[in-house]
């Protein structure tokens, strides 16, 4: 089956990082102007980074056509790509956010022990 290898994956890894932003951890992430420029850099770079690793005409990364859809946009880009950085960013983003919080939690718990 087309897609199962790479694609099916990814768009789980997408759908894992969104339940565990909105079900989860709620930290308000998404709702943050700083979160979705972050992800403009982020594709910034992406875009020209990875179009050289993965261009049709000279391509240093192959995909086997039996691992993804197949769709490319822009540079010959596999969009399965765009997927796989939106959740690992999104992850580490989250994880750290959840850490500041507990962070800040303790601190006020050992404030609290203090008085």
Do not use: N
Not at 32 to 40: D, F, N, T
Not at 69 to 75: A, C, E, L, M
Not at 101 to 107: D, L, Q, S, T, W
């Amino acid at each position: 089956m087309i897609g199962l290898g790479y694609t099916l994956p990814v768009v789980l890894a997408v759908v894992l990082v969104c339940v565990l932003e909105l079900a989860v951890l709620r930290t308000g992430l998404f709702r943050r102007p700083a979160y979705w420029i972050s992800m403009v850099i982020v594709m910034g770079f992406q875009i020209p980074v990875d179009g050289w690793l993965t261009k049709l005409s000279a391509p240093l990364v192959l995909y086997s056509d039996d691992h993804f859809s197949g769709v490319r946009f822009p540079w010959d880009i596999p969009v399965e790509d765009f997927l796989f950085g939106f959740a690992l960013v999104t992850a580490v983003l989250l994880l750290w956010e959840r850490g500041r919080i507990r962070a800040g939690e303790r601190g006020r718990i050992r404030a609290g022990e203090r008085q």
